[in-house]
Each structure stands twice: as C-alpha cells, then as structure tokens.
C-alpha cells in the first residue's frame, strides 16, 4: 500500500471542500456532448475560433444534471510545422464559458484524433469541475492572486480537484488504471507544465494519493 505522503495537503483539501466531490456531480452526458461537437468543427478542417453550442436556438449548454448552463469559444490553430498537438483550456467565473484552444498539425490530424479525443474529455471534464466549484462556493475563485505557475499551479486545490475528474474521465473510457493516465499526461505535457522530474512526481503523488484517500 503506498504510504500517504501528503497527508497535510489532502487535510488542507478537505478543509476548504474538496470532500464535497463525488462521482455522480460530473456529468457526463454534458462532457460527451461539447467534446462531440468540438470533433466535429475539428474534422470539418476550418481554422478560426467558434462559439458553441452552434444551433442558432440556443445560447448555452443546458443538462438536467449539470446545474450551471455555459457556452464553449473554441480556438483551433492548423500549424503544419507541429509534430503532437497541443490543448489548453480555462473556464471564465463572469459568463460561464469554457475557453478551449487546440493547436494541430493538420496533416497528422487523422493519426491524432483519437488522443485529441482522449485530451478534451479530460480538459472538458475538468474546466467543467471548476464551474462547479463556483457553483457549490467551494473556493473564492474570483479572488485577485498571484498567479501561481509549476507545482504550486497544480498542487492547488481547486486545480487537484479539477485534475482529479478530468483523468478519471480519461480513465474510465479507456478502462485504464487512474495512475497510467495521470503519469501519461505529465509525461506528454512536460513543455506545458515545466516542472522538473522532483516536482512533477510530487504533484503526481499528491494526485494520486488524494485520489486512493476520497476513492480508494
């Protein structure tokens, strides 16, 4: 059994209410949908940036079991000098809208799709997990700080919560063991998250250990 080797960051976690997270509060059917659609502007090879839901007769995403209605702005850059794509999201606290940009090389497109498709469920999952957050008043993530880069970025508790839901997302569609997925993603995101090898296994660890403590 792995020893905790976290155990003030997983108390510090509970204390501002990360316990409150369950598998049932991520919907699913809302991050299979907005990853649907952002697959299929991908495939209709069209550089540029798009809102979406892109009916003309609704404004936002709405799911009976996901209680915040949000829109998507999708970025997509076709870079035909880039060898693996690249993703970046965030989630804006004022309107409720998922920012996604996705950096490809269009001629590899086809031979990447499938880990573009794996990389959205976790981003979508977890910018989604943050709107929660808002939600539930689990963090003041409207608070003016410093930002915070490298480990203490991903150390953070409102960031290990996100990242928790969006590799067990990948996890599951891949009936993959959570640790696989949380160690292929560092590995794969190195120039991303700039960490050296202490640091990102110690943001590994604390994943992982939190992960084992709230779901065995």
């Known amino acids: 059994m792995r020893t ?21 509060r991520m919907s699913r059917q809302a991050v299979r949908e907005v990853v649907r659609d952002i697959i299929k502007i991908l495939k209709r090879g069209e550089e540029g ?10 404004d936002f995403y709405s799911f009976n079991n996901y209680p915040v209605q949000f829109s998507v702005e999708l970025h997509l850059v076709f870079n035909p000098n880039t060898l693996r794509f690249m ?6 606290l004022e309107d409720d809208v998922v920012e996604v940009k996705i950096i490809v090389n269009p001629n590899k497109l086809e031979g990447q799709l ?4 794996e990389e959205l469920n ?15 008043g689990e963090f003041n993530l ?14 953070s508790p409102e960031e290990l919560g996100a990242q928790i839901q969006g590799f067990r997302r990948v996890s599951k569609l891949q009936q993959t063991p959570f640790e696989d997925v949380v160690r292929k993603w ?5 120039e991303i998250h700039n960490m050296n090898q202490k ?17 065995g």
Do not use: W
Request: glycine share 4%; hydrophobic share 25%.
């Open 186 to 190: 560092f590995k794969d995101n190195r």
């Open 49 to 58: 940036s798009f809102i979406l839901p892109e009916n003309p007769d609704e």
């Open 4 to 24: 905790n080797l976290n155990e003030s960051v997983n108390q510090m976690l509970k204390n501002m209410g990360l316990e409150t997270i369950t598998e049932a």
């Open 114 to 117: 499938y880990e573009i498709i």
């Open 87 to 92: 993703t970046n999201g965030s989630y804006s």
């Open 122 to 136: 976790n981003l979508i999952a977890h910018e989604l997990e943050h709107g929660l957050q808002e939600y539930h």
């Open 142 to 155: 409207t608070r003016k700080k410093k930002e915070k880069k490298g480990k203490k970025y991903y150390m």
């Open 199 to 215: 640091d990102e296994e110690k943001v590994i660890q604390t994943i992982l250990d939190y992960h084992e403590e709230k779901y």
